[in-house]
């Protein structure tokens, strides 16, 4: 379940440990435990907006930030697919508008670390990365945790692979935004604790899940 006390600040508590979400906006929105955390992270601003309201329904974390003096308005919903003493799975959907004539809004995911590999081959994915857009599945190593980032078929091909050999980074949205229309992201994250990575098959059960989840009609 998750548990908030402060606006923009929870924890996912289960399977006997929490796993801590600092949403507040900022210079970043973290996930993860110190050390090794996904982050979300804005581009043309120097900063996303700041949260203003939120509520919990079941599963979902419902996070609001106004457009203020930003580029954009944005909407996250984080919802937590499974977890294990060791693993997170986590779905953020990411909903953006603007009152701006001219925008185009990106956001960063990223998780910094190395050992960057982009699996191009899951079955079903119709964007590998030698075409446009990104992977369907970019993972990541720090000393501690594995992280991979799963983008379905209807956010891969207008995702941007920023990655580098100590970071992960795939840029979200960065098309043109016609004022008053909202257009949406959904990657999933994992991070694992646990002492051996998930194997291939393992990664394309999770995209699978993934590609045959209906997108939310609301956020």
């Excluded at 379940?1 to 979400?21: C, E, F, K, R, Y």
Aim: with cysteine.
């Amino acid at each position: 379940m998750w548990i908030t006390n402060q606006l923009g600040v929870a924890s996912w508590s289960d399977a006997g440990t929490q796993w801590p979400l600092d949403a507040r906006g900022g210079q970043a929105i973290r996930l993860g435990r110190t050390g090794a955390t996904a982050q979300f992270k804005p581009v043309d601003n120097p900063t996303l907006p700041a949260a203003d309201e939120q509520f919990v329904r079941g599963r979902r974390w419902n996070v609001n930030y106004p457009q203020s003096e930003h580029r954009h308005a944005l909407r996250i919903a984080f919802e937590v697919i499974s977890t294990t003493s060791e693993s997170l799975l986590l779905e953020a959907t990411l909903s953006i508008q603007t009152d701006l004539l001219d925008s185009h809004p990106k956001i960063d995911v990223q998780f910094d670390g190395h050992s960057i590999e982009r699996l191009a081959c899951i079955s079903g994915s119709e964007h590998p990365a030698s075409q446009s857009g990104s992977a369907a599945v970019t993972t990541a190593r720090s000393d501690s945790v594995f992280a991979a980032v799963f983008l379905g078929p209807h956010d891969s091909p207008f995702t941007t692979d920023l990655s580098t050999p100590e970071s992960l980074k795939l840029r979200l949205f960065g098309e043109f935004l016609e004022k008053g229309v909202i257009r949406k992201a959904r990657p999933w994250i994992l991070l694992s604790h646990a002492p051996s990575e998930p194997s291939q098959s393992e990664l394309q059960a999770i995209w699978d899940q993934l590609a045959s989840r209906p997108l939310p009609l609301a956020s």
